[in-house]
Structures are given as structure tokens and as C-alpha cells.
């Protein structure tokens, strides 16, 4: 998980930066945008089946 979240941090930090969306093709940033959402999704995922573990344990 701690690496998932560094990828997503990476990915919010490209597409908060003005200059790659502005110069970046339109499918470059759509497709960076799915990976992130992707990427958040496999995160809440692990979240909850990790957190269920725990409270069976």
C-alpha cells in the first residue's frame, strides 16, 4: 500500500503541475487522470480488506 500511495501522490503532483497539463496531448493527461483513479480505487480496496483483517483479528 505505501508504495501504491507514493505512485498516487507522483501522479496528483504531475497533474497539479500547469505546465504538463498545458503542454502535455489531451490522451496523455486523460490517460494519466484513469491511472490515477485506477490507482485510488486498487488503495480503497486494500483499505477496506485491510482494515475487515484487523477486525477479525
Given amino acids: 500500500a505505501d508504495k501504491l500511495e ?11 503541475n500547469q505546465q504538463f497539463v498545458a503542454n ?3 490522451d496523455v493527461v486523460q490517460k494519466e487522470r484513469d491511472s490515477l483513479a485506477d490507482m485510488q480505487a ?3 480496496v486494500i ?4 482494515a475487515d483483517l484487523l477486525k477479525e483479528a
Fill in 24 to 26: 502535455a496531448p489531451a
Fill in 6 to 16: 507514493k505512485l498516487i501522490d507522483s501522479k496528483h503532483k504531475k497533474l497539479a
Fill in 47 to 50: 483499505r477496506t480488506t485491510l
Fill in 42 to 44: 486498487q488503495l480503497g
